[in-house]
């Protein structure tokens, strides 16, 4: 069992930064491939950005591609969301969430975080 944990959510301004960490619990992060994912009410859960199992490989979605930067900090056992020039299409819950296999679809991760809000107004 993996339990992961998201902070650094919060409200800010249109072209602002946000850091955000999933910590996980009982496991390294280099054990698993870790996503984000984000959901605004009302609409579908959606992919962010993902980092692979072991190597540093990554991948991102076409909305956040330049602005967003996913990694891993071994000493805190924690993978960061890097969140620049933030928009308001970016307000959402944000969710980590872990697999053995890196994908851009919700079905492909078994363990998921409880959320942190981000907010971006205009």
């Known amino acids: 069992q993996v339990q992961l944990l998201e902070s650094g959510g919060g409200l800010v301004q249109a072209g602002d930064s946000l850091r955000l960490s999933c910590a996980l619990s009982?496991?390294?992060?280099?054990?698993?491939?870790i996503a984000w994912f984000r959901q605004a009410p009302g609409k579908e859960r959606e992919f962010v950005a993902t980092?692979?199992?072991?190597?540093?490989?990554?991948d991102y979605a076409d909305s956040v591609k330049g602005r967003f930067t996913i990694s891993r900090d071994a000493a805190k056992n924690t993978v960061t969301l890097q969140m620049n020039s933030l928009k308001p299409e970016d307000t959402a819950v944000y969710y980590c969430a872990a697999g053995t296999v890196t994908s851009r679809k919700i079905s492909g991760y078994n363990y998921w975080g409880w959320g942190t809000q981000v907010t971006v107004s205009s």
């Open positions: 009982g496991r390294n992060v280099y054990n698993y491939a």
């Open positions: 980092i692979s199992r072991g190597v540093y490989n990554t």
